[in-house]
Each structure stands twice: as C-alpha cells, then as structure tokens.
C-alpha cells in the first residue's frame, strides 16, 4: 500500500517542521529545517553521523527546545507517541528480566509487583510480535544486542501508537530480527501509523520507506525513495562533514 493510498486509513498525524533550529550552546545543529510527513506513512531519515537526525527527533518528542514550529495534525481526539531508542544503556549485571523491562516501561504499578492483569495481554502480544515472549525470564543483561533491540521494539507497541519514532532500530537486529521488524513496518503501513524512521541501511531505506529527508545540519533533499537515494544526492549528502557552526 502506497502512503497515496493509506491517507483516508491514517490514524497517525500529518507532521509539519517549519523552520527549524536547535542551537546547543554555541553550536547550530539544527538550521532552517523544513519538510513534511504524510499521515499513515512511512517516512525515513538518512545523513551522516552528527548530522542533526537524533536531534531533530528529540525535538519532536519534546526532549529538546528548538526554534521555529513543530505541529502535529492528529485526525482525531486519540495521540499516541511511540518511541524506540537507538540502544539501551543500563547495567547489565541487574537481576531484570524481559518482564521486569516491560512492567517498569508499560505499567504504572511498580515493576517489583510483577505485571498487572490490565497490561498482561497487551506485553504478551507485543513480545510475540517481536518474537521474544519464550525469553521473558531471560535477565536482560544475558539477552543478545539483537534480542534487546527487540525488546526495545515491543515496549514501542505498548500502547499502540498512532505515531512511531524510530532511531536506527535496525543496527543491532540479525537477520531473523530485520526479518521481524520488516513485517512490523509493513503492520504499522496497513494500520495507517505515522512512522519517522532514522536510519543508516539505505538498501533498507529504498525498499521500506514512501519517502525519504536527507539531513546534514539542514534539509539537502526530500523526495521519494527511488528519487532521494540517487548517487549523486548521497554524495553529496555524505561526502562533507555535517555543516554544524559554531556562533561567534
């Protein structure tokens, strides 16, 4: 389904960025940045390393200020915001299971109390989505970089989100994990959830996504897949370092 044809099926937002800037003491990260996302679409993010693209989406989130205006066009009175970080830092000798990670994400009774009965269902379905409900008792500490980013993927569906942010949830997945987070994208595609989608496989990019922003400090392309990923857009979109400025 193209993202065309899922607009009148969305129940994810229309996102508009308009003008933004993100200055972090006297470096500009962020300049002028301008583009939209289409309700029910899947929409990735590309550019190099301390190019903005983390940045941009902590702003969207609200976790970081900016200038300029954000805006979310929800289709209704229903906003829900799901986020996956790139990675999860803690201490891996912590006796924290899969569940004890899930009860402290998803619930607001205190993980210690185990899962409650209200959120059980919906933690059981998100871990078989994402294949890891036979390892819920497994520490997390013990858990493959692959098989935590999968968790991290299911306390994302947890409630389920209009609108999903993703940061490069792909680097640490094998191939039976891109497997499963594929089949999760083409979900949320036919669900009508909005998807902004940071990624660095730009194969995965071209196939996956309906429409794709080029970002190094400021917008240097947005357009259709097959249109953005040209290899003269990407040359010039990773052969110079990210223009950040410092202020005078």
Avoid: Y
């Avoid at 929800?74 to 006796?95: H, N």
């Avoid at 935590?148 to 994302?156: H, I, T």
């Avoid at 947890?158 to 940061?167: F, S």
């Avoid at 947005?222 to 990210?242: I, M, Y």
Wanted: aromatic fraction near 4%; proline fraction near 6%.
């Amino acid at each position: 389904m193209t993202a065309a044809a899922n607009l009148t099926s969305a129940c994810g937002p229309r996102i508009e960025f308009d003008g933004i800037d993100l200055t972090l003491g006297r470096t500009r990260i962020l300049e002028n940045v301008r583009f939209s996302v289409a309700p029910g679409s899947v929409h990735a993010i590309v550019g190099p390393n301390g190019g903005g693209k983390s940045s941009l989406i902590k702003t969207l989130l609200g976790q970081m200020p900016h200038q300029g205006q954000l805006t979310l066009h929800w289709p209704g009175e229903r906003e829900v915001i799901g986020s996956v970080p790139q990675a999860l830092e803690f201490d891996r000798g912590l006796p924290m299971t899969v569940d004890d990670f899930m009860a402290a994400m998803c619930q607001r009774r205190p993980a210690f109390l185990g899962l409650s009965r209200r959120v059980r269902p919906e933690i059981d379905a998100a871990l078989q989505r994402v294949g890891m409900l036979d390892k819920r008792k497994r520490r997390m500490g013990a858990l493959s970089g692959g098989e935590r980013q999968r968790v991290l993927l299911a306390q994302g569906l947890i409630p389920e989100p209009q609108l999903l942010v993703l940061d490069e949830p792909m680097s640490a997945l094998d191939e039976a994990g891109i497997q499963v987070f594929e089949q999760l994208l083409h979900g949320w595609r036919r669900a009508g959830t909005t998807v902004l989608w940071i990624e660095h496989d730009l194969e995965a990019v071209l196939r996956l996504a309906d429409r794709v922003t080029g970002l190094s400090r400021q917008v240097l392309f947005d357009a259709p897949p097959a249109q953005a990923l040209t290899p003269e857009r990407l040359l010039g979109l990773f052969s110079v370092h990210p223009r950040s400025e410092s202020l005078a």
